[in-house]
């Protein structure tokens, strides 16, 4: 016959001291800790979305090739890794709630379980459970141990989403500053520099990696160098970022680091494609990389209608993407029209229209009046903006900045005399003269149902 198994102490007095400890100090600042965490992210995808977009429209002078694209992975990045962070929080939560639920229940009954005493089971069953499971108190510290392991990890991701906002922030202040002061063929240069560097900087990396390398005196000394400088891209983060690491480094085995962090990696990276998807359609609703139609397309502007190319669909606070008029369906015989100018305008038109030499003579109250009437004629002359076939000559744009986000622009209310019954569309092109090859900003459909 079997026997039943009796409850032991199952650790030393000095780890229920530290049990006794724990209770009563690091768990609730931890359940503080993760609870204001998981409220502060739940804000984070809403407050990256207003930045975003407000540097998009703002800052962003490019809209197509690797400028455009390098913003939009970071601000993917720093989403996907807010989501991470919401379950690694959101995991050490429940993780310590369901341990002080534990502690509690130890408090209540100190011996903790009596497997001989489960009913409805046998001897063989009973002895099973407590080698798998063991005395709840050392299962209790086990916990405890897997509650502080997510909590570090969950502040290591911290540490990466500062580190990827500050170089963020940091490319951005130099595009947007350094930018618009050098040409492009010093700009061209730049970058080339800094190209070199980055790949020199990466195959010194390589190098002084080397099992070899590394053996020989002068290469510790460079190494160490090399990773010294590589603080610089932690932001100040390095050593907090370095304690949590090395202390995982030399507590678990090599292998088990490895095939974590390359589960990790497969994962992240694959959050962080859906992510860059989802923004992608997000920024641009013509944009459908998972669920395609076989006869939908959105990429004709004449074929489309847009949202946010009309005020009574658009939603409050959203930018206008490139221009909107009053409503999709028209009863008066005029049209708002709205057109945004976003900073990556700013390249076309800084080509078709160069600023002339002012005289420095002139008040400073004098030359800004002038720059205004020249700014707005330039507007008027370089804008096309055609109601079906008819082409407005001076479609008397004026300056406006729209909405709580004070979105800057241009606005007009045209009064067309060939609005016909249904369907109708206005074109906004950009166009030098009447030889050059016009710019195609947007075409805009929509119905003209007058009243009775």
């Not at 099973?128 to 969950?154: E, H, S, T, W």
């Not at 707005?376 to 079906?388: A, D, F, H, P, Y």
């Amino acid at each position: 016959m079997i026997e039943s198994p009796t409850p032991e102490p199952s650790f030393l007095p000095d780890q229920e001291e530290k049990l006794r400890e724990l209770t009563t100090q690091s768990w609730n600042l931890e359940l503080v800790i993760s609870g204001a965490a998981l409220f502060a992210i739940l804000q984070l995808p809403e407050l990256l979305d207003q930045v975003f977009d407000y540097l998009r429209f703002n800052f962003m002078s490019q809209t197509t090739g690797l400028q455009a694209i390098l913003p939009s992975l970071a601000y993917s990045m720093m989403k996907a890794i807010g989501y991470v962070l919401f379950m690694a929080f959101l995991t050490n939560f429940v993780m310590r709630a369901f341990w002080v639920g534990l502690v509690g229940l130890l408090a209540v009954y100190p011996s903790g379980i009596h497997y001989d005493r489960i009913p409805f089971t046998t001897p063989f069953a009973q002895k099973k459970m407590a080698d798998d499971m063991g005395p709840l108190d050392r299962y209790i510290l086990r916990l405890d141990q897997r509650c502080n392991i997510v909590f570090a990890v969950a502040f290591l991701f911290v540490l990466i989403l500062i580190v990827v906002a500050f170089s963020y922030l940091l490319i951005l202040l130099v595009y947007s500053v350094l930018r618009p002061f050098l040409s492009s063929e010093v700009w061209q240069q730049v970058k080339i520099g800094a190209g070199v560097l980055f790949g020199l900087y990466v195959l010194a990396g390589i190098v002084l990696s080397l099992p070899k390398v590394r053996a020989n005196p002068s290469g510790i000394v460079w190494h160490y160098r090399l990773v010294t400088v590589s603080k610089l891209m932690y932001w100040g983060m390095h050593k907090p970022f370095l304690f949590i690491i090395n202390t995982f480094y030399s507590h678990l085995p090599y292998q088990k680091i490895l095939r974590t962090v390359l589960v990790m990696m497969v994962v992240f990276i694959g959050l962080l494609l859906v992510e860059y998807s989802s923004d992608l359609a997000r920024t641009d609703r013509r944009v459908s990389t998972f669920n395609r139609r076989h006869l939908y397309t959105a990429r004709v502007d004449s074929l489309f209608v847009n949202p946010t190319a009309y005020d009574n669909q658009l939603a409050e606070g959203a930018y206008v993407d490139v221009a909107a008029i009053q409503a999709d369906v028209i009863r008066e015989p005029f049209i708002r029209l709205y057109i945004a100018y976003p900073k990556a305008l700013d390249t076309l038109l800084t080509r078709l229209a160069p600023e002339p030499t002012w005289n420095d003579t002139l008040l400073r109250t004098e030359k800004r009046r002038l720059i205004a009437e020249w700014s707005c004629q330039q507007t008027n002359r370089l804008m096309r903006i055609s109601v079906n076939d008819s082409l407005y000559a001076n479609p008397d744009l004026l300056f406006t900045r729209r909405g709580s986000q004070e979105q800057r622009g241009w606005q007009t209310v045209l009064i067309p005399t060939n609005l016909k019954m249904g369907k109708n569309t206005l074109r906004i092109t950009i166009q030098a003269d009447s030889l050059a090859k016009p710019e195609e900003l947007m075409t805009i459909p929509f119905w003209y149902v007058p009243e009775n």
